[in-house]
Nanobody, 127 residues
Framework: QVQLVESGGGLVQAGGSLRLSCAASGRTSLNYAMGWFRQAPGKEREFVATISWSGSRTYYTDSVKGRFTISRDNARNTVYLQMNSLKSEDTAVYYC????????????????????WGQGTQVTVSS
């Protein structure tokens, strides 16, 4: 089992920045691709970004490309989402997720492929 805990959410003005963190505990010795998803009020949860276990491969949804950066520090068992140039449409609960993988370069943008989820952290962008 792996437990994921997000932090770093909050209220920020449009154009501002936030950095989300996701700390993993438990069976962190296994290889996990990690992802960030978000759910806005009244909407389905959607993919935001993913990173391979090695950190060498990343993938983003189009709406955040050039503004968000996913990274990880495996020594600290932590994944980050740096969010710059925030817009009101980025307002959502952000979730991190872990996917067990046997390939260090593997990642996924498909929600159902993830095995573990955090409880979420609220990000609110005021315009």
């Amino acid at each position: 089992q792996v437990q994921l805990v997000e932090s770093g959410g909050g209220l920020v003005q449009a154009g501002g920045s936030l950095r989300l963190s996701c700390a993993a505990s438990g069976r962190t010795s296994l290889n996990y691709a990690m992802g960030w998803f978000r759910q806005a009020p009244g909407k389905e949860r959607e993919f935001v970004a993913t990173i391979s276990w090695s950190g060498s491969r990343t993938y983003y949804t189009d709406s955040v490309k050039g503004r968000f950066t996913i990274s990880r520090d495996n020594a600290r068992n932590t994944v980050y989402l740096q969010m710059n140039s925030l817009k009101s449409e980025d307002t959502a609960v952000y979730y991190c997720a872990g996917k067990l993988t046997h390939w260090s370069g593997g990642y996924s943008y498909t929600e159902k492929e993830y095995d573990y989820w955090g409880q979420g952290t609220q990000v609110t962008v005021s315009s």
